[in-house]
Every structure is written in structure tokens, then in C-alpha cells.
């Protein structure tokens, strides 16, 4: 991840902790609460991105089973649904196509495995309106397509895990722009009411605020200057 987001995540948690210290005194103020109670989801979801980002960058071996087994979890009611609607319709070539124990569908290579999975997939999606009473539904599907897809992401010399971290990467960096658009936009406006009432709250605030060279928008420099 670059410093300067680095940086930017650091300032976010530093200023939360800062807040949440802080909250008898702006608890009362509904704008202020539901400003926090954004800034905290998205300080969340760019743990979450952060974390999958460097997940994909240098997967473990630990991290590519775990997806694998997602995989297999995530296939096998979707087989066993297919299977039982393909023995009711007496179409015995969709059963053989789709009727796979866990042990089946984990046998050969990274890339077999992969390649069954997504084929898996493209035999039930267009079942799919026939499978609804089966209890299949197209959530499941998807689910079951964006972690193969995630696992082939993995794989040594993936192609698509170049886009996929360039995706990753411009989702984070839209999130911490969001981030730093509440802050400039509404908190550092806010905070402006407790200047003179709650000094030592306002001073803790701008700290955190130029943690990492971010007192002002996209520029280094005192948290003061803030709030032209």
C-alpha cells in the first residue's frame, strides 16, 4: 500500500480513538454522530480491501486452501440441488455433469480445479429459473463465481491478478477519498463548534487531524488551517 495511504489510515484511527474519548461532549449532536458513524464503516471497509489487497499480492499457502475450501463449500449445494433436479427430469447427462462428491470435485491440479469450478457454474446458470424451487438462487451463484474467481487470482502467473489488484486498489483509494471528503467537508466544520467551548477536545482533534502531513486538503501543514 502506498505511504500516503499509510499515512491517511493511520490519521483516520488515530482520530477515531481521539472521538470516541471525546464522545460525552459531541454524542448529543446528531450531525456529529452520523459523521462518526460513517467515518468508523469506512475506516472498516478499508481494513477489509487493505487486507484482501495484500491477501492477493502475496497469497499463503494457508490463505489459497482456505479459498479453495470456500470454493468446494460454496459448489457442493449447488451440485446436489442440480443433481436431484436432473434425477426428477430424468436427464441423466446434467446429473452426470454435476453429480460430485467433496472429494471429486477437490481431485487434480489448481488449474483443473478451478476450470471444473467455473463450469459448474455455467451448466446451473441457465437452470436457473428450474432451480429456484430446488432452493437455488442466483446470490448463490454469484457467491460460488466470485471465489473461484478470487482463488484463480492466486494461482502463480494469474492473468487476472493484475486486474484484480488494480481493481482492489482503485476501490481503496475511492473509500479513503471518501473518507477525507467527510472529514474536510463536515467534522472539520463541526469541530469548529467546540473551538472556544471545548479547547483541549479541539487541540486533540487538529493532532490527529496532521498526523501524516494531512492538517488540510491534499496538502501538508497545520490543522488550523482546516477550516478555511
Known amino acids: 500500500m502506498k505511504k500516503s495511504l499509510i499515512n491517511k489510515l493511520k490519521m483516520i484511527e488515530t482520530l477515531l ?8 461532549i459531541w454524542t448529543l449532536s446528531l450531525p456529529f454522530t452520523t459523521a462518526v458513524g460513517e467515518l468508523t464503516l469506512q475506516k472498516q471497509q478499508i481494513e477489509e480491501q487493505v487486507k484482501r489487497h495484500e491477501i492477493l499480492k502475496k497469497p499463503s499457502a494457508e490463505a489459497k486452501n482456505d479459498q479453495k475450501t470456500l470454493s468446494i463449500d460454496l459448489s457442493l449445494p449447488l451440485c446436489g440441488a442440480t443433481s436431484a433436479y436432473a ?20 481431485k487434480g491440479s489448481e488449474l483443473v480445479f478451478a476450470q471444473r469450478m467455473l463450469g459448474i457454474n455455467e451448466i ?20 460460488q463465481h466470485s ?10 502467473n494469474s492473468r487476472e ?4 489488484l488494480k481493481s482492489l486498489g482503485d476501490r481503496m483509494e475511492a ?12 467534522l472539520d ?23 501524516g502531513g494531512w492538517g488540510k486538503n491534499g496538502d501538508e501543514g497545520e490543522g488550523e488551517k482546516t477550516e478555511g
Open 17 to 24: 480513538m481521539v472521538l470516541q474519548g471525546r464522545i460525552s
Open 87 to 106: 434425477t426428477d427430469t430424468h436427464n441423466t447427462e446434467l446429473r452426470l455433469k454435476v453429480d460430485y462428491s467433496e472429494n471429486e470435485l477437490k
Open 124 to 143: 446451473i446458470e441457465p437452470l436457473l429459473e428450474q432451480l429456484i424451487p430446488y432452493g437455488i438462487t442466483k446470490a448463490m451463484l454469484d457467491e
Open 147 to 156: 471465489a473461484v474467481e478470487l482463488f484463480i487470482t492466486m494461482l502463480p
Open 161 to 164: 491478478k493484475q486486474k484484480l
Open 175 to 186: 473509500t479513503f477519498d471518501q473518507a477525507m471528503d467527510l472529514l474536510y467537508r463536515r
Open 189 to 211: 466544520k463541526l469541530m469548529l463548534v467546540y473551538k472556544k467551548s471545548y479547547p483541549d477536545f479541539y487541540t486533540e482533534y487538529m493532532n490527529a487531524r496532521i498526523i
